[in-house]
Nanobody
């Protein structure tokens, strides 16, 4: 089975930084795109950043210039470096992976979510 394990969430003051990490495991699993989503209370889940296997990244306007997504294909990990954090960034952050198991169609997989709280 495919598993996504996240780490790095926590409480940070405005202007601070956090680095989220997601490790993907699964025998015979081929990863295509990877990304991070977030969901704040009372709001829909939204895309924060995504990255292709070749390293092409895309960011939400609200985090452009502050967040950086990266991936290590050899380690099957995707990270999100978050700088200059704002209270508006407070949300549960979810790792997202699109890929396929051998002989199976492409599917989307989600991590369990990790809480990021930006508050003084």
């Amino acid at each position: 089975q495919v598993q996504l394990v996240e780490s790095g969430g926590g409480l940070v003051q405005p202007g601070g930084s956090l680095r989220l990490s997601c490790a993907v495991s699964g025998s015979g699993f081929s990863i295509n795109a990877m990304g991070w989503y977030r969901q704040a209370p009372g709001k829909q889940r939204e895309l924060v950043a995504s990255i292709t296997r070749g390293g092409r990244a895309n960011y939400a306007d609200s985090v452009q210039g502050r967040f950086t997504i990266s991936r290590d294909n050899a380690k099957s990990t995707v990270d999100l470096q978050m700088n200059s954090l704002k209270p508006e960034d407070t949300a549960v952050y979810y790792c997202n992976v699109e890929g396929r198991l051998m002989f199976r169609s492409s599917q989307v997989y989600w991590g369990q979510g990790t809480q990021v709280t930006v508050s003084s």
